[in-house]
């Protein structure tokens, strides 16, 4: 009898790995996070409305080392360049559109597989007070997709983030 239900498993296991599909196979694990990813749309969702946090084409770069370490980079793609050609000698204005049309920050990451969430713990950050504290986030990897919404985060207004992120090739 054994001879004719190894046959009948190992068919079986092979139809269903075959047609299920491929997202709903991959897991979202800290190996799934790990290296660069260039932005598509950064998002604030409040009372029903949605912004674009910095404009309608940001750009960006997330990355996600093995050792459990990350940098992030944003920027509007409209900023404007400085007059005088040289970045430390801005005018007020051009120094206000850099700073509030961009953010950088780094530091170490941790995953949480059960609840699908990930904390960044900031080491350093353009916007100072962000430095020494955590983001949670969570998170959803579809393909070279990840979906992204904050959890909880210091010093980011009212509303509800969200950041879609494609894998870099």
């Known amino acids: 009898m054994n001879r004719f239900i190894l046959p009948v498993i190992t068919a079986s296991a092979l139809i269903f790995g075959v047609f299920l ?5 991959v897991a979202q694990t800290a190996k799934d996070l790990v290296g660069t990813w260039t932005l598509v749309s950064l998002t604030l969702e409040k009372d029903g409305q949605k912004t674009d946090m910095y404009g309608p084409n940001p750009q960006g770069q997330r990355t996600y080392d093995p050792t459990g370490r990350f940098s992030e980079i944003i ?3 409209d900023l404007p360049k400085f007059a005088s050609n040289n970045r430390q000698a801005g005018t007020p204005e051009e120094n206000k559109a850099v700073v509030q049309g961009s953010l950088a920050f780094f530091g170490t990451y ?3 597989e059960t609840d699908k969430t990930y904390t960044q713990h900031v080491e350093s950050c353009t916007f100072p007070n962000w430095n020494g504290t955590e983001r949670k986030y969570s998170f959803d990897i579809s393909g070279d997709e990840l979906n992204v919404t904050v959890i909880s985060a ?3 207004g009212t509303g509800t983030a969200h950041a879609v992120w494609k894998r870099a090739k």
């Open 154 to 156: 210091p010093s980011t």
């Open 75 to 77: 920027t509007r793609s």
């Open 110 to 112: 941790s995953v949480s």
């Open 21 to 25: 599909p491929r997202e709903e196979a």
